[in-house]
Each structure stands twice: as structure tokens, then as C-alpha cells.
Nanobody, 128 residues
Framework: QLQLVESGGGLVQPGGSLRLSCTASGFTLDYYNIGWFRQVPGKEREGALCISSSDGSTYYADSVKGRFTISRDVNAKNTVYLQMNSLKPEDTADYYC????????????????????WGQGTQVTVSS
């Protein structure tokens, strides 16, 4: 069974940092593009905040560029991280990772509906 599990969320003060982890079981992430998404309860899920492609390229939404970093664990090939720095109250949300199989010729996409596998989410609260 293919599963993704997020961890690392919590309460942090504005300006602080958190590192989220996304761990896959039942498959390795070598042939998947991985995206991090977030959703504020009662609102629609945003498009991908950042994406790590299987070829090493990355994408960042303007809202997180320069503050968030997505990376893959080079040793444990089933884990992707989201390092979040300079957190703001507006970053408060449930954060989800999602995996999309790589298909030759298809570009990266930020659209949530394109991703096949999702974790259960981890809550991030930025507040003083």
C-alpha cells in the first residue's frame, strides 16, 4: 500500500522555523514529483507551494520563495523535507505533501488534482 506521512508541524512564533518531513512507505520517491501544499480550514487548498521533481529541479510559489526550501534525503530515498524559515502568521495552515508519478513529456504542475498520493497533513501554527 502506498502511503505518505507528514510530520514536523507545530506551534512556532513569527520569524521562527520548522522542518516538515514527508515519508513514503510502499514505494520510493525516485520516480515521483513531490509537492507541498497547504490548506487553511474552511478555505480551498492552495496550489503547490513548492515542488521537487525527480530530475532535481524545484519550483517555489512567490509566497514562499526565499523562505521555504524543499529537498530530498539523498540517503533515505523515501523522504522529502520542507524547511520553513521566517514564518509568518499567514503561513498558518495544514500542510500536505503529495506525489505525482513522473510521465515523460509532462511538465511540473502546481495543480493539486494532478497528484495521486496524499498524506494526512500536519498542522502548522504561527503565532506569538
Amino acid at each position: 500500500q502506498l502511503q505518505l506521512v507528514e510530520s514536523g508541524g507545530g506551534l512556532v512564533q513569527p520569524g521562527g522555523s520548522l522542518r516538515l518531513s514527508c515519508t513514503a512507505s510502499g514505494f520510493t520517491l525516485d520516480y515521483y514529483n513531490i509537492g507541498w501544499f497547504r490548506q487553511v480550514p474552511g478555505k480551498e487548498r492552495e496550489g503547490a507551494l513548492c515542488i521537487s521533481s525527480s530530475d532535481g529541479s524545484t519550483y517555489y510559489a512567490d509566497s514562499v520563495k526565499g523562505r521555504f526550501t524543499i529537498s530530498r534525503d539523498v540517503n533515505a530515498k523515501n523522504t522529502v523535507y520542507l524547511q520553513m524559515n521566517s514564518l509568518k502568521p499567514e503561513d498558518t495552515a495544514d500542510y500536505y505533501c503529495a506525489a505525482r508519478p513522473v510521465v515523460a513529456g509532462l511538465p511540473l504542475t502546481t495543480q493539486a488534482r494532478a497528484y495521486d498520493y496524499w498524506g494526512q497533513g500536519t498542522q502548522v501554527t504561527v503565532s506569538s
